[in-house]
């Protein structure tokens, strides 16, 4: 019975130690389950981290890319917008600069008047301060051009800025009444006339048949009778077909060719100023295609 309860002994113990060994490879088996899943979790959380990596230095980048955008936008002088040239207020400004030539302008504005206007002075019988008063108030329309550079030419006025209304209002003031603005304007027409007689007295003076006062009273007639008027006189103040015509009887044929030289002159303006349209082309009048 002993060998018999020994063997029984031997036989509970060697279960024993079968269920230990199987129970050791069953916690081995656990292990190495839960080590292959935290290492497979742990390879996934590596490749989301490389992934959030990547996507933030990718925003560093985009941001570094953008400050420097913008640190190079406002690194940029955007220039200011070129000044509109304005003839009459570089003159302005000019004249400012140099009150010499200010002086000058005023002197030479004043003698010129002084000059083309005398003679109607004394026909008024204006007194010093009548005159003084007109000079002043017709100076203010008297503008000198003078180039600038780079092809441009500024306005150099006389007097200070002109409002149209107070400027009105100063001329018929100085004018001293409607008979007096009506004489004027009758003078005005004599005195153009008598410079374009004057321009060619002054080429035909050292000729063989230099003008003679009665040829120019006569020329001066008749330009006065063949002024323009309306839209015409916009163009040329004289209708050089009547004065060509009213001359032919009065002026010799070496006198009449330097008067038509003075006309083409004329009609090279009007040619200069006719209206024309975008495209550069002369817009005709339906009334005078000549005009």
């Known amino acids: 019975m002993s060998t018999t309860k020994l063997g029984v002994a031997g036989l509970v113990a060697l279960l024993v130690m079968i269920g230990v060994v199987i129970h050791q490879r069953q916690e081995r088996g656990f292990a190495e389950q839960a080590l292959v899943a ?19 230095r990718a925003v560093e980048q985009e941001t ?23 003839p009459t207020e570089e003159g302005r400004a000019f004249l400012g600069r140099n009150p010499e030539v200010k002086r000058a302008l005023a002197n030479y504005v004043n003698a010129s008047l002084r000059f083309q206007y005398a003679p109607m002075y004394r026909a008024l019988g204006w007194t010093d301060e009548q005159i003084r008063r007109f000079e002043e108030t017709r100076g203010r329309g008297h503008t ?8 441009k030419f500024m306005s150099m006025p006389y007097g200070v800025k002109i409002d149209p209304a107070e400027y009105e209002n100063d001329y018929k003031a100085a004018m001293g009444g409607e008979e007096n603005n009506r004489r004027y304007s009758e003078f005005s027409r004599v005195a153009q006339a008598r410079e374009v007689a004057a321009d060619v007295a002054s080429a035909l003076y050292f000729t063989e048949t230099p003008l003679t006062p009665t040829q120019a009273d006569q020329v001066v007639k008749s330009l006065v009778e063949s002024r323009n008027s309306g839209a015409a006189a916009k163009v040329s103040q004289y209708d050089w077909n009547a004065v060509m015509a009213k001359s032919e009887g009065t002026l010799t044929a070496p ?23 975008a495209e550069g082309k002369v817009i005709v009048s339906p009334t005078n295609p000549r005009k």
């Open 38 to 56: 935290a290492r497979t979790e742990q390879t996934a959380r590596l490749v989301a981290l490389r992934a959030d990596n990547e996507r933030v």
């Open 64 to 86: 570094a890319r953008l400050q420097k955008a913008a640190e190079e936008a406002r690194a940029v002088v955007v220039a200011p917008p070129a000044p509109v040239w304005d």
């Open 144 to 151: 000198m051009g003078y180039p600038a550079g780079n092809g």
């Open 255 to 277: 006198q009449l060719e330097i008067f038509a030289a003075k006309r083409a002159r004329d009609l090279f303006q009007q040619a200069l100023n006719r209206p024309r349209d």
